[in-house]
Every structure is written in C-alpha cells, then in structure tokens.
C-alpha cells in the first residue's frame, strides 16, 4: 500500500498558537519515530514508538513538545505555545521492527513556520 | 541506541567524479545502513551492509565496513547533479531498539 504519509505538508501559525501535526505510517509497522530538521542541519531524533511499549521522549526539546500514538497507529505531534525557534521541517517514519534488520521509511514531512 | 556520524560533513565535486563519504560508529552493529535525503524532503534508504560482509555493491554505490575500526564509507562512482543531497548512516545493533542519525554528509554535484 501506500507509504508513510503527513498532514498537513505545510503549516504556517503565529507565535503563541498550538499546533498538530499527523503521521500515517505504514500499515504493520510497529515502529514510530519524530524527527525535526532545521533548515541546512541534521536531523534531531524527538521521539519513538514501538508497539505497547512506553514511548522513548528522550529526544523532545521542552514539555511544549508531546506525542501520541493512538491504536497503534496514527500517530500526532503537537506543539503548544509555539515559538519561532519551532520553524522546522518535521519528519515521521516507521519501521517493521524486526530486531537488528530495521529500515525506516520516512514521510515527506510537514514544513512548520511559526511566525 | 545507536548514532552513526558522517564526515565530511559538506563535499563538492564535478560531475563525473567519485564521492566518497565515511561513518564512524561506537557500539558493536548487526549492520549499517545508509540513506539519502533530498532537499529537507524524508530519507530514502539505499543500501545496508551486514557486519559479516566487507564490501557491498549497489548499481554505482560501494559501501565498505571495517568493524575493527568502526567505520563504514559509502563510495558513489561516476556521479551526476543528481546525486546532490545528504548522506546519512545509520548503524543497528544486537538489541532491537531506535536508531538515531547523524547531520550527514551534504554532497553538491556541480555539472
């Protein structure tokens, strides 16, 4: 079927406004990551899924930050109280999870400008 | 978890010239992965070379593994501009768990 898809692919807020961002990874996988990407940098691991296990949000910058994994599937990212330095491109993938042999297929992302 | 890191971290050649990039790693892998990412679009896999193997061919990507040394270096022959992108390795132990990426290595084909 398809692939790990995001919505929406851009989002444009004001400084202060919450937003959610949504990733459909794909169908089977049991693994879940959020990635951020600043403009010409790395990517920045902020949290990962994997089945029913406790989520590992080791890599989310500040409580603003919070995700949710509901049935397994869909996952959302949202952010609160946004502030500029939030700007990013915002990565999903999702993996089969099969002990070392992982390969993670990532969604186009979702372009965040906070203004 | 495991993170590999890239270097160098920007490269610029002339069409048709080789690139070579290199990953070094810290834990003892199962295998090493490596991806390319387009323009700030998502990461695409492109090859993984198990730690039992030395050497990896894939169309005119050479990957290499010296586990003695922890180092991985992905070898793109004959590149063209569309080559230009980011490079990342991504290395996986034993143990089941995330597996994090580096800031890559940025390549700029010049045609």
């Known amino acids: 079927g398809a692939g790990v898809s995001q919505s929406p692919s851009n989002k444009v807020t004001e400084k202060g406004k919450d937003v959610e961002l949504r990733c459909d990874p794909i169908s089977g996988h049991t693994a879940l990551y959020w990635y951020r990407q600043s403009l010409g940098q790395g990517l920045e691991f902020l949290i990962y899924f994997q089945g029913n296990s406790a989520p590992d949000k080791s890599g989310l910058p500040s409580d603003r930050f919070s995700a949710e994994r509901t049935g397994g599937s869909v996952s959302t990212l949202t952010i609160q109280r946004t502030q500029q330095e939030d700007s990013a491109v915002y990565l999903c993938?999702?993996?089969?999870?099969?002990?070392?042999?992982?390969?993670?297929?990532f969604g186009p992302g979702t372009r965040l400008l906070v203004l | 978890s495991q993170q590999g890191e890239e270097d160098p971290q920007a490269l610029s050649i002339q069409e048709g010239e080789n690139a070579t990039m290199n990953c070094s790693y810290k834990t003892s892998i199962n295998n090493l992965q490596w991806y390319r990412q387009n323009s700030g679009r998502g990461l695409v896999h492109l090859i993984l070379?198990?730690?039992?193997?030395r050497e990896k061919h894939s169309g005119r990507l050479r990957v290499t593994l010296d586990t003695s040394k922890k180092s991985s270096s992905l070898l793109i022959t004959a590149s063209r501009a569309a080559d230009t992108a980011s490079y990342f390795c991504a290395p996986r132990g034993t143990n089941a768990g995330k597996s994090t990426f580096g800031d890559g290595t940025t390549l700029t084909v010049k045609p």
């Open positions: 993938a999702s993996s089969s999870q099969q002990g070392a042999h992982e390969t993670q297929y």
């Open positions: 070379i198990r730690s039992n193997e």
